[in-house]
């Protein structure tokens, strides 16, 4: 499995941004999809995830309100739409997916596949 993220840029605080990530491979729909990011110097982080059905959402709780995850599984593609940006909010988002478990987590070991990471930059 390939995970392609995209959507990244430059915003200014306030700001939104849908973030994407299309897998390539084989059975998209049974995995659980997941958002991490990682900023400068900082641990990477969990933001969020989405059931297989895409029925059920996990949020980091920096992200709820401000922040919605989706999928469309015929398109094999996870989303992740950002608004109300902050700079704090500025680091490298990374896709993932996990193939083994049923529920779903924040934590990032159970996740066995990654994407390349998609910069996003929120100016003050």
């Known amino acids: 499995v390939q995970l392609q993220a995209s959507g990244g840029g430059l915003v200014q605080a306030g700001g939104s941004l849908r973030l994407s990530c299309t897998a390539s491979?084989?059975?998209?729909?049974?995995?659980?999809m997941g958002w991490f990011r990682q900023a400068p110097g900082k641990e990477r982080e969990f933001v969020a995830a989405?059931?297989?059905?895409?029925?059920?959402?996990y949020y980091a709780d920096s992200a709820k309100g401000r922040f919605t995850i989706s999928r469309e599984n015929a398109k094999n593609t996870v989303y992740l739409q950002m608004n109300s940006l902050k700079p704090e909010d500025t680091a490298v988002y990374y896709c993932?997916?996990?193939?083994?478990?049923?529920?779903?987590?924040?934590?990032?070991?159970?996740?066995?596949?990654w994407g390349q990471g998609t910069q996003v930059t929120v100016s003050s």
């Open positions: 993932a997916a996990s193939s083994m478990y049923r529920s779903l987590s924040d934590n990032d070991l159970r996740y066995d596949y």
């Open positions: 491979g084989r059975a998209y729909s049974t995995f659980i």
């Open positions: 989405i059931s297989r059905s895409g029925d059920t959402a």
